[in-house]
Nanobody, 122 residues
Framework: QEQLVESGGGLVQPGGSLRLSCVAS????????VGWFRQAPGKEREGISN????????YYADSVKGRFTISRGSAKNTVYLQMNSLKPEDTAVYYCATGPVLSFRAADFVSWGQGTQVTVSS
């Protein structure tokens, strides 16, 4: 019933940009935080950004700070991740998730999307 769907991934050259979308549906209670995570092959899932839904305050991991921007969409249940100046090391499956607290730990989040692949390569 509760569902998160990511979209917008793809293949991009180094230095390029992508905008990922996360759309939530079927939620019957409020959630406070949407987080973006990524996981590269052989690596643990890494929290990269959070947004606090009530006021739109945004938080970033050092690995993406200054390059990525999280924002609320015009639709109530949509969050975006604008990714600029992409690097090969950004290659990963990107996930959005909802949870009760600001956190970069995957275990703190409750509902997850299926992920969207981002590949940065020349």
């Amino acid at each position: 019933q509760e569902q998160l769907v990511e979209s917008g991934g793809g293949l991009v050259q180094p230095g390029g940009s992508l905008r990922l979308s996360c759309v939530a549906s079927g939620f019957t209670s409020d959630y406070h935080v949407v987080g973006w995570f990524r996981q590269a092959p052989g690596k643990e899932r890494e929290g990269i950004s959070n947004i606090f839904i009530s006021d739109g305050s945004a938080y970033y991991a050092d690995s993406v700070k200054g390059r990525f921007t999280i924002s609320r969409g015009s639709a109530k249940n949509t969050v975006y991740l604008q990714m600029n100046s992409l690097k090969p090391e950004d290659t990963a499956v990107y996930y959005c998730a909802t949870g009760p607290v600001l956190s970069f730990r995957a275990a703190d989040f409750v509902s997850w999307g299926q992920g969207t692949q981002v590949t940065v390569s020349s």
